[in-house]
Each structure stands twice: as structure tokens, then as C-alpha cells.
């Protein structure tokens, strides 16, 4: 049987790092097996916030990439202010940390580029995929956001190529995206880019979510939403031969990590309030506890956390590669995953915690009530979810962890995890193509 073709249009692809490149690679990586041949649209010359080599390997052999250049403004930005580095990241100053150049920038970000900065692709990359799709047999085109104006190139296709079958595959939302009010827009921006969004949502075939909280809000806002989450790749998670990542101490310690981005938006201070109490009143724990950060650490967090009774008991091994990182969570006792506090941001499922999941280790979550990763916790017994005012709670919990720790009866324990294998999720897609 002849394989049908799926044009994957995105922004992220290796050697991009962080976690939106992994989605559609590793859908890539197993959609032939489903009876579907990917062909991925990626810029020739991108300003990807990180790198990440060691993704590479998931790239099928024979795959085939299209390229065009894209111009960015971001060289500009980076020249204007430094700290506009992480603006590519959709990761802002709040607050107080806020300097009058970071005002103007999110100022401009949100008002001239509208919906984000890479805009500028949009025309020749429709130029371009009008001809190739007059030339080449495509059965299916899937567009992936961030950055949102990807879904312009298939919004735009599918005006001029009416009978293109089209999925917009929002990995996180448009509007309703904790930074979005952020942004300083003025009303007519605001406008313009919910206007943009209705549109995608209307002429697209079907929109995914990446987590069922968003797929509803969706489907409120006219679009055929399916939720398909985020997942784990069990040729990931083999547990490797690990160095313990802190060989100064042979001892092994009570490790809770934090792997991945952490920003000033979801920083858990309950957390670290917890901890430094904890140091302070228990000198057991005090002795046995390490706090172990791999990957971008927001430094105005790691400041503050320096400054408090954790700076004893802190690890910072900086950016590490995937590889590295899922060794990192396996070395670990227990797992920290944050989400923004605000109600809207319920829906978010950081892609990390299917990776947490595959470790069998102790997940503690921090986010608004109700969230769709409390749900997934409750379903797997992984870990416990807690709001950022949950200092008590939050101090038993860890305390209680530690002293089963201490007594070898920390057990690895989650059921139900199999659906989120990459492998099931990429079946559930193929049946959606299908």
C-alpha cells in the first residue's frame, strides 16, 4: 500500500533544542509505521534560543526537508538589549525586574509584530508551498505553533487551495497564553490578533490541543479541536549507565531537580520558602538534601535562591543536551514541574512531565487549582499538584518523601502511563489523518 504524504510545517526542527522541537520529530519518527510519509518545511537560517545536537538521532534517514530563508529581527532586538535573548523563548522580565528597554521591546514584539517576529516568512513561504503543492502530492498539511504565524502560511494556503486538507497544531495557545497580557497591546492589536486566531480556528480542518483543557476552549472559539498531549519516547527513557552528576559527594543525597526553562512567571517561591524552612529546622535534611537545576534558570530566580539557606545545597549543572537531561531526571528522587498560577493557564501540560512520568520517580507540580496536569498525577499516582500558596502542604509533602527516602522505601511507582508513549500518540494521529 502506497504511503500518503503529510507536509509538516514548522519553525522547530534539529538542531533546535528545548522542548517545541520535540512533537513533530517525534511524530515523524513514527509516522511511516502508521502508513504516512512526513515531509518537514523548516527556515534555512533560524534564531533558535538553544541547540540541542543530540536530536539529531531521531531524525528519520530518508526524510525530506525543504528550506527557505526567513528573516528575523531578532539580531536587531539583541543589539538594542540583551535580555530581549529571551524573547524568542516567549520568556519576558515581570514586575519590578522590568527595565525601561524591556518595556519598549514587549511594546514592539506585541504591537508591530503581530502575531510574533516571525511574520516576515509568511509571504514567500506561501509563494513558495503554493508551487510545490501544485507539484508534489500532498494528502495532508499541518502547520505548528508558536510561533503562530505559521498557521498564517496554512491559513493562507488553504484560501488560494481550497480543497487542502489542513491541521493547526497549537502546542500552545494563542491568546490565551499566560504572556499574552503581557504584551502592552493596544486595543486595535488585541483585535487584530484574536482576529487572526478566529480565522485559524474557522478555516482550519481540525485544530490540535495539547492538553484537553485547551482543546474545550477551542472548540468554544469555533475550531474542531482534538487533543492529542505531549508524550514520552520509550527509546528515551532506557535507563543509562549514570554518573552521578555530584561526584564530590559519594554519599547519595535526597535530589529533587527541576530539568528544563524556568522563568520569573512560574517561579514556585512557596517551594523554595518550604525548602529553606525545612534547612533551617532539620538538620537531617539539612545534611542529606540536594536542590538540582539542569538546564536555563532564569538569574534573577537563582539569585535569590543563592541568597537564601539553599545556597549549601544547590546544584546548578546549567543547559545539558535531552540525553543528558533524561539521565539527569533518573538520578533524581523527585521531579519538579511549575505552570503559571493564573486560572487561564490550567490547560497548560509542560511536555516534561511525560518524560517525569517514564522515570517512575515522585513528581511535585505547582499551578492553578484544577489543572490539567493535577488530573494526569491523580491518573498515574505520580505526584502531587499543589497551588502557589500551599506552603504547609508543600513542607509534609517533600518531609514525608524524604523520610521514606531515608528509610529505602521511596518507591517508583506509576500506572497508566502507556498512553502517553509517542509511539500510541502518533497511532491516535495517524487515525485522525486517516
Not at 130 to 137: A, D, G, I, P, S
Amino acid at each position: 500500500m502506497e504511503q500518503k504524504k503529510i507536509l509538516i510545517i514548522t519553525y522547530y526542527w534539529p538542531p533546535a533544542g528545548g522542548p517545541g522541537v520535540q512533537r513533530w520529530l517525534k511524530f515523524a519518527k513514527y509516522l511511516p509505521e502508521f502508513g504516512w510519509e512526513p515531509v518537514i518545511y523548516t527556515p534555512e537560517n533560524p534564531s533558535y534560543p538553544l541547540l540541542d545536537e543530540s536530536l539529531m538521532k531521531d531524525v528519520p534517514e530518508n526524510i525530506e526537508i525543504i528550506k527557505t530563508k526567513i528573516w528575523e529581527p531578532y539580531q536587531l532586538a539583541e543589539k538594542l538589549n540583551k535580555s530581549n535573548k529571551k524573547f524568542k523563548a516567549g520568556q519576558f522580565d515581570v514586575g519590578k525586574n522590568q527595565s525601561w528597554k524591556s518595556k519598549l521591546s514587549i511594546w514592539v514584539r506585541g504591537n508591530f509584530f503581530i502575531p510574533d517576529a516571525r511574520v516576515f516568512w509568511v509571504k514567500p513561504s506561501v509563494k513558495f508551498l503554493e508551487q510545490y503543492l501544485k507539484e508534489n502530492k500532498i494528502d495532508v498539511v499541518v502547520t505548528s505553533g508558536p510561533p503562530h504565524s505559521l498557521h498564517l502560511i496554512g491559513l493562507h494556503l488553504k484560501n488560494k487551495l481550497p480543497s487542502l486538507k489542513w491541521i493547526a497544531d497549537f502546542r500552545d495557545p494563542w491568546t490565551e497564553i499566560s504572556y499574552y497580557k503581557h504584551l502592552k497591546l493596544t486595543k486595535s492589536s488585541d483585535k487584530k490578533h484574536r482576529q487572526l486566531e478566529s480565522n485559524v480556528f474557522r478555516n482550519a480542518d481540525i485544530t490540535l490541543a495539547t492538553s484537553y483543557t485547551d482543546a474545550e476552549n477551542f472548540r468554544k472559539n469555533g475550531a474542531n479541536a482534538v487533543c492529542i498531549t505531549n508524550g514520552f519516547d520509550e527509546t528515551d527513557s532506557n535507563p543509562q549507565t549514570l554518573k552521578p552528576s555530584n561526584p564530590q559527594s559519594l554519599k547519595p543525597k535526597f535530589t529533587l531537580s527541576y530539568i528544563g526553562v524556568l522563568e520569573q512567571l512560574r517561579n514556585p517561591e512557596t517551594l523554595w520558602k518550604a525548602l529553606d524552612n525545612l534547612i533551617k529546622t532539620n538538620s537531617d535534611f539539612a545534611e542529606n538534601f540536594t536542590l538540582k537545576f539542569a538546564g536555563r534558570i532564569d538569574e534573577k530566580i537563582l539569585n535569590s535562591i543563592e541568597n537564601s539557606g539553599l545556597k549549601n545545597n544547590i546544584l546548578n549543572l546549567g543547559y545539558v543536551s535531552h540525553d543528558k537531561a533524561i539521565g539527569e531526571m533518573q538520578s533524581s528522587d523527585m521531579l519538579l514541574i511549575t505552570n503559571f498560577p493564573n486560572e487561564s493557564s490550567k490547560g497548560i501540560i509542560p511536555g516534561k512531565i511525560f518524560e517525569y512520568l517514564a522515570t517512575g520517580k515522585q513528581i511535585i507540580s505547582f499551578g492553578p487549582d484544577n489543572a490539567d496536569v493535577a488530573k494526569i498525577l491523580n491518573e498515574t499516582k505520580a505526584g502531587k499538584h499543589f497551588s502557589y500558596s500551599d506552603f504547609e502542604s508543600v513542607k509534609s509533602f517533600i518531609l514525608e518523601k524524604f523520610e521514606l527516602w531515608k528509610n529505602g522505601t521511596l518507591l517508583e511507582n506509576t500506572q497508566n502511563i502507556e498512553q502517553f508513549s509517542r509511539k500510541n500518540l502518533t497511532k491516535k494521529l495517524a487515525e485522525i489523518l486517516n
